[in-house]
């Protein structure tokens, strides 16, 4: 018989005292209570290509597509998608797409039946997301190739792909994903001001990925301190001198201020952002506006703050130096040109930023013929702020 709220009652349990490995026998003891044969959690892997059910899920290891499946689709739009009695529910945290929600259905799912398993679907997203830190289970899953340690270092540095909150999204992706090492990225909400930064290290591997965590850390440290962007830059420069001396990180650090739509920056050696109004191109701002962290010693100059406003629905693309010098078999960079035609077809399809992202990364790769020469990181900024009420 079915009782949603048992089935609630019963996957609420596992807040308390569970591993990630404990949700797949879980879903598969309150499919009954959900008018379900049974519910499959499907997890994204780090290359966004394929969802595979969670690790203990019993029976059931084949992935699904991404592209051109039915439960793609319902990962790419964010919407539930259905093909006779199965249905297919995104898992989401926040902005942050985990995968998918599978239900094989015993009969035709009314409204209120709908209702209750997009609540089931949210839950077992927030499970997902809070118990994947207390076992591997979601890691094993996600991961499709074994990761180098430059790689785990830097990916247990980062936040979540994607945030959306007060009219702004900023989502972000990074390629090679099991060999990363030198591009980090990050961001914070703290009332009207949503904090961006991006980060390419010189170097690569472990070296590298050390000097990323500093880079990383230290930002951190003085954004939570109260540091406005000028004495965050100079807080990074001078440990990064006496650190690492002699090596240096180039680096967008941003505030976007969501009451308002102005954006302030320091380009510190880095490739200006593109700024879209719609599908067209903006004059991109200056750059850079100071050297590279580290270098900053060598000119007595302060950063300089560039501060742009911004118009309800433009979009920021911030990327490293790997997204446009991408090179095809002929030699061909990918170049700015193609970066912002890409973007600007995007937009045009109103596509969600974090699809976006995904298919950007996809056709970098693609475009390399697979193997990338450097590391590839891209991040959107989005101000939607929302309309009178």
């Known amino acids: 018989m079915a009782d949603p709220m048992e089935a609630v009652r019963r996957l609420l349990d596992l807040r308390r005292r569970s591993r990630p490995e404990d949700l797949p026998p879980a879903l598969a003891a309150v499919a009954p209570l959900l008018g379900a044969e049974r519910l499959t959690a499907l997890m994204i ?14 029976g059931d290891s084949d992935p699904r597509k991404v592209n051109d499946t039915l439960p793609g689709l319902a990962f790419r739009t964010a919407r539930p998608a259905q093909e006779d009695s199965c249905l297919w529910l995104p898992l989401l945290h926040g902005a942050e797409r985990l995968g998918v929600l599978e239900v094989w259905l015993r009969g035709e799912a009314d409204d209120a039946l709908r209702r209750d ?7 077992v997203a927030e499970l997902v997301a809070s118990r994947r830190f207390y076992g591997d289970a ?12 430059a790689a785990e270092i830097i990916w247990n540095q980062l936040p979540p792909l994607s945030f959306a909150a007060n009219g702004a999204v900023v989502t972000a992706v990074l390629e090679p994903c099991y ?13 009207d001001l949503l904090h961006v930064a991006l980060f ?13 965590t500093l880079t990383l850390n230290t930002y951190r440290n003085a954004r939570r301190s109260g540091l406005g962007l000028v004495d965050t830059y100079r807080s990074i420069d001078k440990w990064i001198r006496r650190q690492y001396s002699g090596s240096f990180v180039t680096a967008v650090l941003a505030e976007l201020d969501t009451a308002t739509g102005t954006y302030r920056r ?13 599908d067209r191109s903006m004059p991109s701002p200056p750059t850079p506006t100071a050297l ?25 693309a911030l990327y490293t130096d790997g997204i446009t010098e991408a090179r095809s078999a002929d030699g061909q960079l990918f170049g700015l040109d193609r970066l912002d035609t890409f973007l600007r077809t995007e937009l045009r399809a109103d596509a969600p930023a974090a699809e976006t992202m995904r298919r950007l990364i996809h056709t970098i790769v693609s475009y390399e013929n697979g193997e990338l020469r450097d590391d590839a990181t891209a991040a959107l ?7 009178p009420s």
């Open 179 to 191: 060999d990363v090492g030198g591009d980090a990225f990050d961001y914070a909400a703290n009332g």
């Open 138 to 149: 979601v890691e094993r899953t996600r991961r499709r190739l074994p990761m180098q340690l």
């Open 200 to 212: 390419d290290t010189v170097g690569h591997g472990i070296s590298a990925s050390a000097l990323t």
């Open 45 to 58: 892997d780090y290359e966004q290509l394929s969802l595979w059910p969670l690790h203990g899920t019993p």
């Open 292 to 316: 590279p962290l580290g270098l900053g010693h060598m000119i007595r100059r302060p950063p300089r703050v560039t501060e742009i406003p911004l118009e309800p629905g433009d979009t920021l």
């Open 117 to 123: 398993l997009a609540v089931i679907a949210a839950l």
């Open 381 to 387: 900024i989005q101000w939607r702020p929302p309309g």
């Open 266 to 278: 320091i380009a510190a050696g880095h490739p200006a952002e593109l700024h879209l109004r719609g």
